[in-house]
Structures are given as C-alpha cells and as structure tokens.
C-alpha cells in the first residue's frame, strides 16, 4: 500500500479493533484508522503478545488505563506510513515496539528510567494499542528487526526488555546462585538471561508440572515445585510470579547479602507480610524493577541470542478477533505465551 493511498484510506477508512470496557466487556469494534503525527509511525501488526496487563485491563481495571482501551503493548509488524518528521524509518521496515511512550524531557527520561516518567501514556494501555488492524507508535519508540527472526520472537522483545531491566537491577548474576519464582513469561526469560550471563546455577519455581516441563524443554537447568525448596538460600531471588504468597516466600529464600528483585506485577492494593528482622539480619536488599526502562534497543540484539530456546515459550495463538478465548486460554494456564495473529 502506498503512503499516498493509506492517507487517504486513512481520511475516510476504518478499521477494526478489539475494544474493552471499564465494565469487563469485550468486543471488536469498528473505528477510524488513526492518523501519525508528525513524529509518528502507522504500523499494520503481525503478532501480539498476551500479558498479564492485558488480563488486569480486562479483568480489574490497571492503573493508568484509559477505557475504552484497546489492549496489546507486546507487538511486532511492518511500517505502513510514517509521519512527515521521521527519519530511518520507511513503509515496509519490520519492527518491534517499545510501547512506553514518555514526555523524554522530566528528569527521569532524562536520567535513562523513563519507566518512571510521570507523564507515561503506554501503547495498549493509555493509548490505542496492536489488537486492531493497525497502530500508531512515535518513531523512536520504534526499532527495526530482521525479519527472519520471525513475528513471534519479535513480538516477545517487550517482556526480554523488561527482563533485561531486571537481571542490571540485580547488580550482577554472574556466578551467583539464582532463584526465579514463577515460571511464566517473565520467569523463563529470566532464568535465560541469568544462564547466558553467567549466572553459576538457575532454579525455576512454580507449582505449574506444565510450565517446570516447559522450563526443561526451554534449557533451564533446574525446575522444582515451590515447596520442595526447603531451607534453600540463594544470591539473587527474582519473584515474577505477581502473587502475594510468592514475594512472601521470595524474601525467606534470600541468602546473607542476598538481593531480592520483584519483577511481578501485584494488584496495586496488594500487602504482603514482610519480616523486618529477616531484612536487617541477613542484609538483604529489596529492588523493584518496573517495565523495561531504557533496555529495548539492547533486546532487538538479546533476542538474536536466545531464540531458539525462547521459541518453546510459544503457546496457543489465537485469531485477533478471538481476544476474549485466548485471554480465557491465558488465564487457564495453558502454555507460556499466548499470541494473537492477523491471518
Ligand atoms: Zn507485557
Ligand atoms: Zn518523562
């Protein structure tokens, strides 16, 4: 399709899109095709990745988003326009997307933690995101990709992003003994990483037989179920499993000087129960790490690395349109990584 020929489809076309409610409902609705501004791109996406902030948007409500919203912020696809300041980007480039668009001047973009950027409007969750036909993104949130890596892993460079925020928040893997509760997304990807960095032993966590069996096909040295970890230390404890009795027991397997990184996603009135004394006795430091930061270009790179073993992460893959059965299929627990394509 012509540049031409898309604006002025875009002038008078629609498109569809999957639109969810404040109240929980879901539907594909019929929308004009948005416009790039100036600094923007108009993607046509290839694949989106189900996550967790979908389920919350779906189910409880997220902070931040803005209903009707239309979900997905993991995604990969081609360039169909580009607005008329951008430059190294063309109709036809295949690319993944940062979706965490920033203001780029405060004082947290500018130290590179625009992850904490006040005026952060994500893709997919305070601004239209991939489950519809097509996507506007700006320009430099937006990154070129062999194609031949395929849709999918392209697709997966979002949460890697965020697990390479985790893993540097970590202040170092390599020889440490590290531990990963939940064995998801996110868990897998770290354990991945922590292996390729050098980390001298992963262990996965989860009470999942499904996902542990995943984890073995996916190279992980060691999968065990949560409760046969006994009285177990290890140097750095990622939880990345979102739930409250996981950071609980996160925090008790921490060795002496042990770090704690929470990557999970908590409901945002969740409490948890900590042992201040555990905290001083054996100095342990708590680091959260919160989406992905500044770490997207250093993905595109990490997920070349790591391909082959995040490919078994690959689940279920739902028609688009179908967003509400492969939420449910998420929720189910089937498989890692639900997709959604466009075919
Ligand atoms: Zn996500
Ligand atoms: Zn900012």
Request: charged content about 20%; proline content about 6%.
């Amino acid at each position: 399709m012509s540049l031409n020929a898309l604006f002025d489809g875009a002038a008078k076309g629609h498109m569809n899109a999957v639109c969810i409610t404040q109240d929980h409902r879901v539907f594909v609705a019929e929308v004009p095709v948005p416009v790039p501004v100036e600094d923007e791109v108009l993607i046509r996406p290839a694949i989106c990745g189900l996550c967790g902030t979908d389920l919350h948007i779906l189910h409880h409500g997220f902070p931040g988003s803005v209903y009707p919203v239309t979900p997905c912020h993991e995604f990969s696809g081609h360039v169909v326009a580009v607005g008329g300041a951008v430059r190294g980007l063309r109709e036809g480039d295949f690319v993944a997307v940062d979706p965490n668009v920033t203001c780029g001047t405060c004082r947290w973009c500018r130290a590179g933690r625009p992850n904490l950027c006040p005026h952060l409007a994500p893709i997919g969750v305070a601004r239209p995101g991939a489950a519809a036909e097509f996507v506007t993104a700006p320009a430099r949130n937006t990154f070129k990709v062999r194609e031949s890596l395929g849709a999918d892993l392209a697709a997966m460079i979002e949460p890697l992003a965020c697990v390479l925020h985790a893993v540097e928040s970590s202040q170092g893997v390599k020889d440490r003994d590290v531990l990963v509760i939940g064995g998801g997304t996110m868990g897998l990807l770290i354990g991945i990483v922590c292996e390729s960095f050098g980390a001298a032993r992963v262990t996965i966590a989860d009470p999942s037989p499904i996902k542990r069996e995943i984890a073995g096909r996916a190279g992980i040295a060691r999968a065990v179920d949560p409760a046969d970890l006994g009285e177990a230390y290890f140097d750095v404890v990622f939880e990345a499993a979102g739930v409250r009795r996981a950071l609980e027991h996160a925090l008790k397997r921490v060795e002496k000087t042990g770090v704690l990184v929470q990557v999970g996603v908590h409901d945002a009135e969740a409490v948890v129960g900590i042992n201040p004394f555990q905290v001083y006795e054996r100095e342990i430091r708590l680091i959260g790490s919160n989406s992905l930061a500044d770490k997207f270009p250093a993905a595109v790179d990490v997920m070349s690395d790591i391909s082959a073993r995040a490919a078994v992460m690959i689940g279920e893959t739902f028609p688009v349109w179908q967003f509400a059965q492969a939420a449910e299929a998420m929720a189910a627990g089937r498989g890692i990584k639900t997709q959604l394509n466009f075919l």
